[in-house]
């Protein structure tokens, strides 16, 4: 037997962890699977997998001569946010075999687990990336995954890409880069009577290192009312503070995080300032806040 692909999936460490429920010991875990496809997770998935763990999972495509496999990776902690960051480790979207045949090696260290992931697996046409999919408010150029094939990359109008404007399909069967993501900008002026504001990718989670600023801009002699129609952030690491001014020594309204809506708020000036920071891990749903001019009765 010739391994063709070993992953290494270091144990990552994820801050709120101990927030979820601790399960049994397992010290040695790990299978043998089989195309053309299915699911596997890691143990205990989705909760705490145990430390010291030493897992292998060997699968191997049924047709041996006309494919490769990919596996699609999918790490979550309980309360079913993407966990982005892994400790010392890039997570490409996909990964694909050079042979009908990939192993995949879980090893934990002392210190306590995480969530673990889960992993869907496939075979596909030999010499070929996979299907990388197409980002959210994004457009893809191009439907070839096979070596030497590019895909290209536009977000939607509005949105800001982050990543990389094309990918290509590399001779080991891997794609350059990981498919680009679509922002909501993080800076922006609003002065239409009424609107809304979405955190970044609202509701598939909002992503990490973000430090957003929107004003929201009125008429002088009004005031500026906001409902919260869903919020969702990282409790306690992820914020939102509302200033009643432009600036950012404005007086602060309200400071949330965590997953209560709050209610509603309405300015004591015309101009609001939403200061949203997002640290380096985990996310949450994020926020859909619409809103509207109030005219003072004098
Ligand atoms: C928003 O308005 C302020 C003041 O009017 C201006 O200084 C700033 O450049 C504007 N920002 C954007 C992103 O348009
Ligand atoms: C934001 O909330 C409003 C009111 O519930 C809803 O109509 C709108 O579709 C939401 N926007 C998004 C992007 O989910
Ligand atoms: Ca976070």
Redo the contacts with the bound molecule.
Sequence with gaps: MFIISVIQIISFLAKHIVSCVPSFNFKTCGSNLQGPGGTFTSPNFPFQYDSNAQCVWVITAINTNKVSLTLWLYFKNKCHKIIIRLTGSFVPDLIVSMSNQMWLHLQTDESVGSIGFKVNYKEIEKESCGDPGTPLYGIREGDGFSNRDVLRFECQFGFELIGEKSIICQENNQWSANIPICIF?C???FTAPMGTVLSPDYPEGYGNNLNCIW?I?SDPGSRIHLSFNDFDLESQFDFLAVKDG?SPDSPIIGTFTGAEVPSHLTSNGHILRLEFQADHSMSGRGFNITYNREYICM
Excluded: F, R, V
Aim: avoid cysteine.
């Design positions: 900008p800076l922006s002026n004003t801009i432009d």
